[in-house]
């Protein structure tokens, strides 16, 4: 529940409850985009860098009275060893990706945030998430009704003790593997099997969103995990009037495929196959070189074609771990079409960039337009949020330019009937 602002006053060691600050709450903190997005964030808040990337920094989206920088305030869960710092420097020792000035400047804030970190929960979440963990993270056992309760407790505990209006929770852990027994449609016949890790269905990134909802907390899937997509827990984001979205967030040659396939259909060009091969070498890509985790995200990026083109050409993915490459990932993708007369043609391209750098700036923009559409008195699954992601939860369409005027025509229409945030409590 959220913190109460009574006369009374304040509980000691909280702040007083202000409506303008909102809490962002990771799943996977210590990974490459959590701590991108911190590094990034702090530069934000000093104005040592230009938006570039944050989509929420242009018109019309700028009229929405969106939670400014310096009043998000993060926290989050991680089933790691090592410290929050030490794990953004290696964006630079091993990926050269974040000038190191700036990971130096941002050394206040990550201290300031480890003081929140909590150990996160390894039911269901697989076993090779599980051979990361920290030893003491994993000998913990808990039934997945306990793994819950003590998440909601965490994300209640830091609303309170921060004075927090809102908390948006958001899921940038690495892929776990689908789940292993089926989910119901029906959440009642879902929560008395919570007592036992043998008999739950719910793999650990539905258990984190269950604990969001309980908190009254927003929420949001940017990985391929189950997370909030079974029916039974949308069911639960509707009862409870939860905000959330997901899944998988769309950064690269996902990304790609659902710019160039609506060329293909409006040319009336046949694809009849499309190949992509995907390397790359982050703390993510070693999850996904085991087959079982790799399974989900193979299937998330594999199955927008078929929706945009009308029909289902020949495909395949691959996804292989390189260490060396670091955070850094290089997509090549080969596309055999056939135009007049039968003639095939091919076009190929090769999209390279870097991870973390293209996910953090959509993360804040998924915050800040999650907690808008909260305070716009919305709920469920947030369907004009569907251009950030490759599965997006409720939406058929995967034409991007379609997506991103979805996206627009919303921030248009309530840019008009803005007015300015209450401030305080």
Same mark, same amino acid.
Not at 162 to 186: F, K, Q, R
Not at 324 to 334: L, R
Not at 382 to 410: R, T, Y
């Given at each position: 529940?959220?913190?109460?602002?009574?006369?009374?006053?304040?509980? /000691?060691?909280?702040?007083?409850?202000?409506?303008?600050?909102?809490?962002?709450?990771?799943?996977?903190?210590?990974?490459?985009?959590?701590?991108?997005?911190?590094?990034?964030?702090?530069?934000?808040?000093? &104005?040592?860098?230009?938006?570039?990337?944050?989509? !929420?920094?242009? $018109?019309?989206?700028?009229?929405?009275?969106?939670?400014?920088?310096?009043?998000?305030?993060?926290?989050?869960?991680?089933?790691?060893?090592?410290?929050?710092?030490? %794990?953004?420097?290696?964006?630079?020792? %091993?990926?050269?990706?974040?000038?190191?000035?700036?990971?130096?400047?941002?050394?206040?804030?990550?201290?300031?945030?480890?003081?929140?970190?909590?150990?996160?929960?390894?039911?269901?979440?697989?076993?090779?998430?599980?051979?990361?963990?920290?030893?003491? !993270?994993?000998?913990?056992?808990?039934?997945?009704?306990?793994?819950? $309760?003590?998440?909601?407790?965490?994300?209640?505990?830091?609303? #309170?003790?921060?004075?927090?209006?809102?908390?948006?929770?958001?899921?940038?852990?690495?892929?776990?593997?689908?789940?292993?027994?089926?989910?119901? +449609?029906?959440?009642?016949?879902? %929560? /008395?099997?919570?007592?036992?890790?043998?008999?739950?269905?719910?793999?650990?990134?539905?258990?984190?969103?269950?604990?969001?909802?309980?908190? &009254?907390?927003?929420?949001?899937?940017?990985?391929?995990?189950?997370?909030?997509?079974?029916?039974?827990?949308?069911?639960?984001?509707?009862?409870?009037?939860? @905000?959330?979205?997901?899944?998988?967030?769309?950064?690269?040659?996902?990304?790609? #495929?659902?710019?160039?396939?609506?060329?293909?259909?409006?040319?009336?060009?046949?694809?009849?196959?499309?190949?992509?091969?995907?390397?790359?070498?982050?703390?993510?890509? #070693?999850?996904?070189?085991?087959?079982?985790?790799?399974?989900?995200?193979?299937?998330?990026? +594999?199955?927008?074609?078929?929706?945009?083109?009308?029909?289902?050409?020949? !495909?395949?993915?691959?996804?292989?771990?390189? %260490?060396?490459?670091?955070?850094?990932?290089?997509?090549? $993708?080969?596309?055999?079409?056939?135009?007049?007369?039968?003639?095939?043609?091919?076009?190929?391209?090769?999209?390279?960039?870097?991870?973390?750098?293209?996910?953090?700036?959509?993360?804040?923009?998924?915050?800040?337009?999650?907690?808008?559409?909260?305070?716009?008195?919305?709920?469920?699954?947030?369907?004009?949020?569907?251009?950030?992601?490759?599965?997006?939860?409720?939406?058929?369409?995967?034409?991007?330019?379609?997506?991103?005027?979805?996206?627009?025509?919303? @921030?248009?229409?309530?840019?008009?009937?803005?007015?300015?945030?209450?401030? &305080?409590?």
């Amino acid at each position: 529940m959220p913190p109460s602002s009574s006369s009374s006053g304040p509980l /000691p060691g909280s702040r007083p409850l202000s409506a303008s600050r909102v809490g962002l709450w990771l799943i996977g903190a210590k990974g490459g985009v959590a701590t991108t997005l911190m590094t990034g964030l702090a530069a934000l808040r000093r &104005g040592a860098i230009d938006p570039v990337g944050v989509v !929420t920094a242009m $018109d019309p989206f700028t009229r929405l009275s969106l939670v400014d920088f310096a009043d998000i305030v993060v926290g989050g869960h991680d089933i790691r060893a090592g410290r929050l710092g030490d %794990e953004a420097q290696r964006m630079w020792a %091993e990926s050269r990706a974040i000038p190191p000035e700036l990971l130096a400047d941002a050394a206040g804030f990550f201290a300031e945030v480890e003081s929140r970190l909590r150990p996160g929960t390894l039911v269901a979440a697989g076993d090779k998430i599980r051979s990361l963990a920290d030893p003491r !993270t994993a000998a913990v056992v808990e039934t997945p009704r306990a793994a819950v $309760d003590r998440v909601r407790g965490d994300v209640e505990a830091f609303q #309170k003790a921060e004075g927090l209006g809102h908390v948006v929770v958001v899921n940038v852990a690495s892929t776990e593997p689908p789940p292993a027994l089926p989910i119901p +449609d029906d959440f009642a016949a879902v %929560e /008395p099997l919570l007592s036992s890790a043998e008999q739950c269905p719910l793999p650990a990134s539905s258990l984190y969103f269950l604990a969001a909802a309980e908190a &009254g907390a927003s929420y949001i899937n940017f990985t391929p995990s189950t997370g909030s997509t079974p029916t039974c827990l949308q069911q639960v984001a509707i009862e409870r009037r939860i @905000a959330h979205a997901g899944c998988d967030g769309k950064t690269g040659e996902t990304l790609l #495929k659902s710019v160039l396939a609506p060329m293909f259909a409006a040319r009336n060009l046949e694809v009849m196959s499309w190949v992509g091969h995907n390397i790359f070498g982050n703390m993510d890509g #070693k999850v996904l070189d085991d087959p079982r985790n790799k399974a989900a995200k193979v299937r998330s990026k +594999d199955h927008l074609l078929a929706a945009i083109l009308g029909y289902p050409p020949q !495909t395949h993915v691959s996804i292989e771990y390189i %260490e060396s490459m670091g955070d850094w990932k290089t997509a090549w $993708d080969h596309i055999h079409f056939r135009g007049f007369l039968g003639t095939p043609m091919t076009l190929q391209f090769t999209w390279q960039g870097c991870d973390s750098i293209l996910a953090a700036p959509l993360v804040l923009d998924l915050v800040r337009l999650v907690e808008r559409a909260r305070r716009a008195g919305e709920y469920g699954a947030i369907e004009w949020l569907s251009c950030f992601f490759k599965s997006p939860l409720n939406v058929a369409e995967q034409d991007f330019s379609k997506q991103v005027a979805m996206l627009d025509a919303w @921030a248009r229409s309530h840019a008009e009937l803005t007015v300015s945030p209450a401030r &305080g409590g």
